[in-house]
Every structure is written in C-alpha cells, then in structure tokens.
C-alpha cells in the first residue's frame, strides 16, 4: 500500500478515508504525535524543538520567517517519502486549517512537483458535489493498488 500525502495535512477526514483504503496517511497529526512523545522535547505547546527551522533550510530558504521553515521540518520529510499526494483546494476551515499561507503555497508546489500519482480537487460546495468529491477520492486510492 501507498504512503499518502494529504493536504491539508490537518484534516482528519482525508486522513480517515486513506487509511480505510488500506494507505498510510501521510499528515501532520502523525507527526506531531511522534514529536510529543520524543523525549527531550522542550517545547511541547510549539510541539517543535530548537533545531526544527533549521532542519526546515532543506526546503525553505533563511530569508523565510523561522515559522515556514519550522513547518517544513515537519512536511518535508513527509513530501519526500510520499508515494502519491491528495491536495484539496479552497478547503473549509473545519476541513483542517494550516495556518500558515507561505507554507501552503510551498507545500502544493512540491507536491505539484513530484512525480507521483497525485488527484488535485476542490472542496465541495454542496451534498451532490460531496458525493462526487468522495467518489473521486475512492476512485483514486483504490487505483493505487492496482499500481503498486
């Protein structure tokens, strides 16, 4: 099965529905959680240490803000161990905030990049376009199985 890279990273939903598929998800909550439960971290409530803007350079240059680079210490490695990536735009809040709008730009474009199955779909605007968006989803991570 593939390994998943969702966006937002923060939505439960999509995080659900690729791990009932039989995928890893690949989001921010798994992330997290490994860095709480890290001992020795330092910083529990920014769930980052000290070194993370650093470790975010690979991706993000030293004239961006110190936040965009902590944030790509998380994704980064995440974006470079994906095997196939779900982007939603124009997401509802509820749908899983990021917060951060350089970073989001910069996270779609490498997964933009990277040559891996990826399906790009915009967020519903009603029940029927719901339907649709889900169907589309399933669609999709069920044909990765058959590409593996």
Request: glycine share 8%; aromatic share 6%; hydrophobic share 45%.
């Amino acid at each position: 099965m593939a390994k998943v890279f969702i966006y937002p990273t923060t939505s439960l939903i999509l995080s659900d529905l690729v791990a009932r598929y039989g995928h890893t998800p690949l989001s921010s909550a798994i992330a997290i959680r490994e860095r709480v439960q890290t001992a020795g971290l330092e910083s529990v409530p920014l769930q980052i240490t000290p070194e993370e803007p650093k470790k975010g350079l690979k991706w993000a240059a030293v004239e961006v803000p110190s936040g965009v680079r902590g944030r790509m210490a998380l994704y980064g490695p995440m974006i470079e161990s994906c095997e196939a990536a779900i982007i939603i735009n124009d997401a509802d809040l509820a749908f899983g905030c990021m917060g951060c709008a350089r970073t989001n730009e910069l996270i779609k474009f490498l997964i933009r990049q990277k040559e891996v199955p990826k399906i790009d779909l915009n967020y519903p605007k009603n029940e029927e376009d719901g339907v649709k968006f889900v169907a589309a989803i399933k669609r999709f991570l069920k044909g990765l199985e058959g590409a593996k």
